[in-house]
């Protein structure tokens, strides 16, 4: 019975995949290759603009490289933590259905945003590392840590939000406000180390943070990062999303019927 129950689940779970893919990107190629021009337009535009104010990045020769190893890791959490926290609302009729969970739709949200960021990263860094001359070592395993502790924190900020945006529509807006400053404040632009000391004892306890941080050691060999702890990006995430699991599990009904 449990393993029919699993496969069913699994099963469920695909089905809402291929339709997300559908509703998000189309039938055509269209849809993905915005998919990928969208961070690389991001990019050069940073790069541009401040390589006219600033005669050189904080780390390496390259500002397209330099901003490509922040923002990159910062994406995967934008569009983790955007998309499942999308997943319940847009899947509400579904969800009338006894076989289709607001877990369900979290997770189905969730994979299909991480094999498009997958596939977004790999050709990003890849043709960075091929077209840029910057003296770089690429660390595979620190790279992974980064972008897998960005997507884990996206997850849970983002099944917890499906939560909250159930029940108060207005956290919604509320949210939207609050998270703008965060692309300023992750180290996107910056270093931890250029900030004074003051800056630096706050903004440590933004995770991000540190997912930047360990996304840049991956590229820098020179970059030491000695204030990143990844136990606590990853802590962050888990904890929100055993938060924002159970109450999608023990509150199906109240959260399916929940008015916006």
Known sequence: MKTEIRYLSLRVIGALMVREMITRYGRTWGGYFWAILEPVGVILILSLAFSQVIHKPA?????????????????????????????????????????????????????LSILTLIVVASIVFSGLLILIDDQVSLSLDSLFLSLSCGAI????????????????????????????????????????????????????????????????KAFYASYEGAYIALWYPLGFGLFFLLVGAAFLIRNRSAIIEARH
């Open 153 to 216: 924190v996206g997850l849970g900020v983002g099944t917890f939000n499906s939560v909250v945006f159930s029940f108060v529509p207005s956290w919604r807006q509320l949210w939207g406000i609050i998270s703008r400053p965060l692309f300023i404040i992750s180290g996107v632009f910056f270093t931890f180390e250029q900030m004074p000391e003051g800056v630096r004892q706050v903004l440590w306890w933004n995770p991000l943070v540190h997912v930047v941080g360990e996304s840049r």
């Open 59 to 111: 780390i390496g020769s390259s500002f397209i490289m330099f901003y490509a190893t922040g923002y990159i890791p910062f994406h995967f959490f934008l569009e983790t933590s955007i998309n499942t926290g999308g997943a319940v609302s847009l899947n509400r009729q579904l969800m009338l259905l006894p076989a289709v969970t607001p877990l369900d739709a979290v997770i189905a949200r969730f994979l």
